[in-house]
Nanobody, 120 residues
Framework: QVQLVESGGGLVQAGGSLRLSCAAS????????LGWYRQAPGKQRDLVAT???????NYANSVKGRFTISRDNAKNTGYLQMNSLAPEDTAVYYC??????????????WGQGTQVTVSS
């Protein structure tokens, strides 16, 4: 059993910053890919950024240069540093982790989501 807990969302003015965290606990041997997604009202859930176990990152064009994804493997935690936030970044942000458990099985897990609201 694996649990993900997200934190760090909130209300911020345009141009501000937020840092999201996603902490995983439970039967975890290793975390493979870690990703952040977001879903605005009435829209589909879109990829924001991913980071592999080796540290390779990938970003949506809309956040390149403003957002930074990182991870702390010792803490089983992922982060999304969001700078220069704009109203169009308003959404519920979800983390997604591909986790290998002690038996060697890999499964994907979603966080509960955290609301980010950017006011103009």
């Amino acid at each position: 059993q694996v649990q993900l807990v997200e934190s760090g969302g909130g209300l911020v003015q345009a141009g501000g910053s937020l840092r999201l965290s996603c902490a995983a606990s439970g039967n975890i041997f290793s975390i493979n890919t870690l990703g952040w997604y977001r879903q605005a009202p009435g829209k589909q859930r879109d990829l924001v950024a991913t980071i592999t176990s080796s540290g390779s990152t990938n970003y949506a064009n809309s956040v390149k240069g403003r957002f930074t994804i990182s991870r702390d493997n010792a803490k089983n935690t992922g982060y999304l540093q969001m700078n220069s936030l704009a109203p169009e970044d308003t959404a519920v942000y979800y983390c997604n982790l591909v986790i290998r458990d002690s038996r060697g099985f890999r499964s994907a897990y979603w966080g509960q989501g955290t609301q980010v609201t950017v006011s103009s």
